[in-house]
Nanobody
Framework: QVQLVESGGGLVQAGGSLRLSCAPS???????MGWFRQAPGKEREFVAA????????DYADSVKGRFTISRDNAKNTVYLQMNSLKPEDTAVYYC???????????????WGQGTQVTVSS
């Protein structure tokens, strides 16, 4: 069973930045990776995705130009750099792994436990 471990969440003021990290525990990992988020009372939504090689990325319109997904396969880690944060970015952020590059939750086989990001106004 693959476990994904996220880190890097926290409290930041609007306009600030955070970098989230995600790594699998205990084994080498080669999947397409995605970040999702879920705000209180809302459904979990797609944020960004990246292919195994890191050569292709995809972003939700709401974060395009502000967030950057990347991966370091030598370190077996995926990152989400979040800049120009807004209060509406407040949510629990989850990383997930998929065999196909997708925006749909149902295509992601493994999920992390989530990390809280809170943006104050």
């Amino acid at each position: 069973q693959v476990q994904l471990v996220e880190s890097g969440g926290g409290l930041v003021q609007a306009g600030g930045s955070l970098r989230l990290s995600c790594a699998p525990s205990g084994r080498t990992f080669s999947y397409h990776m995605g970040w999702f988020r879920q705000a209180p009372g809302k459904e979990r939504e797609f944020v960004a995705a990246i292919t195994r090689s890191g050569g292709n990325t995809d972003y939700a319109d709401s974060v395009k130009g502000r967030f950057t997904i990347s991966r370091d396969n030598a370190k077996n880690t995926v990152y989400l750099q979040m800049n120009s944060l807004k209060p509406e970015d407040t949510a629990v952020y989850y990383c997930a792994a998929s065999l196909i590059l997708s925006r749909q939750l149902k295509h992601f086989n493994y999920w992390g436990q989530g990390t809280q990001v809170t943006v104050s106004s």
